[in-house]
């Protein structure tokens, strides 16, 4: 494992287990306070807090889908094999799945008729106007989910739904083995 992930991880670690810490006592100070002024401080300085934190949380996730779609894309492209990748730490299998852009309703009417259509629904479910929202609309993860399966089986996208439409998302299924600083801590 790369040092500075290791390091990344040691890190988020202490900074969790010292504030967890800090922010329990702050609970049981702010339940005795009777000062407004020190309880608006307190829930500014949380808020403020909390938005750092979605800062760091935003980055780390980033980092982890980088590193997990190259991962998969090479695993698939370049070494044309979907079999389980085992570190001492982690085994990663690689996954991947059709993205699909649906038509929107109101930008691209045409081709949201198109797909809804070919899907078979009832125009009077999901045309109400533009003032109105549709009783039928499409489930994005299911939509996915639909048109991974129907590009496995070879059949063809659905109208409204062009080649133009769609692309590739490389993902790795996650399993832990061991722990991160496990065999560095003994």
Known sequence: MK???RNIYR????FYREVYDELAKLADEVKDETELPEMVDAAFAMREAE???????V?????????????????????????????EYATGTPDMEMN????SRKKEPQEYARMMEAFGIPRELWDRGQENSPAVDVHWPGMVSMI???A??????????????TSVMY????????GVLEDAEK
């Open 171 to 178: 993902r790795l299924n996650l399993r832990r083995r061991r």
């Open 11 to 14: 890190m988020t670690e202490k």
């Open 51 to 57: 938005k750092l934190a979605k800062r760091i949380q």
């Open 152 to 165: 496995a089986a070879g059949l063809p996208l659905p109208e409204g739904l062009g080649p133009n439409r």
């Open 3 to 5: 040092e500075r992930a």
């Open 148 to 150: 991974t399966e129907r």
């Open 59 to 87: 980055r780390m996730k980033a980092n982890q889908e980088q590193a997990e779609r190259k991962a998969c894309h090479d695993a698939i492209e370049v070494y044309n094999s979907i079999e389980p990748i085992r570190t």
């Open 100 to 103: 699909v852009r649906v038509p």
